[in-house]
């Protein structure tokens, strides 16, 4: 059964660094198969796709966030990671890990809700 | 960015009703849609991808069809467990975009 599980911080400060880790188990991310996205949803608001990343590190980002955003994956222990800058309020979200094929999400994480305050 | 725009926005059935959704593009997208279900508080769950391929373990009672910039997702026979949220993607081209959503609540 493959789950993939969303951790870091519930709570960051304007300005600061969101720092999310997506953990997959139930089979291997090294795969050329597959992308692995993150997706967020603010509160009561629609899904906004942020970027997926390859097993080999290849990237690509939704424009609307580029200048702000990282991510990594870590083929050996099963993990990629999101890295957001200058957080505002604005990305207060529910956070998604999932994975992609094909372009489109079939397992999703099960979210986890990020609030910028201070 | 392709914009995706859903119709309506919150759809009032019984259970047993056919209920459609309509999701338009800006620009045609040909085939590269996606429709997930979304209960509150929960990850969105693929049911359909390429228009009308139905992921493994979704009932037969969703189905979905279109091309080009107009796309339905239909359900044949509305059950108590899918009164929930309902968006498209457009996997066209970069950014994947979604609509934002049609709710189907109970009438």
């Known amino acids: 059964q493959k789950q993939l599980q969303e951790s870091g911080p519930g709570l960051v400060k304007p300005s600061e660094t969101l720092s999310l880790t997506c953990t997959v188990s139930?089979?291997?991310?090294?795969?050329?198969?597959?992308?692995w996205g993150w997706i967020r949803q603010p509160p009561g608001k629609g899904l906004e796709w942020i970027g997926s990343?390859?097993?080999?590190?290849?990237?690509n980002f939704n424009p609307s966030l580029e200048s702000r955003v990282a991510m990594s994956i870590d083929t050996s222990i099963n993990q990629f990671s999101l890295r957001l800058t200058s957080v505002t309020a604005t990305d207060t979200a529910v956070y998604y890990c999932?994975?992609?094929?094909?372009?489109?999400?079939?397992?999703w994480g099960q979210g986890l809700l990020v609030t910028v305050s201070a | 960015d392709i914009q995706m725009t859903q119709s309506p926005s919150t759809l009032s059935a019984s259970v047993g009703d056919r209920v459609t959704i309509t999701c338009r593009a800006s620009?045609?997208?040909?085939?590269?849609l996606a429709w997930y279900q979304q209960k509150p508080g929960r990850a969105p769950k693929l049911l359909i991808y390429?228009?009308?391929s139905l992921q493994s373990g979704v009932p037969s009672r969703f189905s979905g069809s279109g091309s080009g910039t107009e796309f339905t997702l239909t359900i044949s026979s509305l059950q108590p467990d899918d009164f929930a949220t309902y968006s498209c993607?457009?996997?066209?081209?970069?950014?994947?975009?979604f609509g934002h959503g049609t709710k189907v609540e109970i009438k």
């Open positions: 999932a994975r992609t094929i094909g372009h489109f999400f079939d397992y």
């Open positions: 139930g089979g291997s991310i090294n795969s050329d198969k597959y992308y």
């Open positions: 990343i390859y097993y080999s590190g290849s990237t």
């Open positions: 620009q045609s997208i040909r085939s590269w």
């Open positions: 390429q228009t009308s």
């Open positions: 993607q457009q996997y066209f081209s970069y950014p994947w975009t």
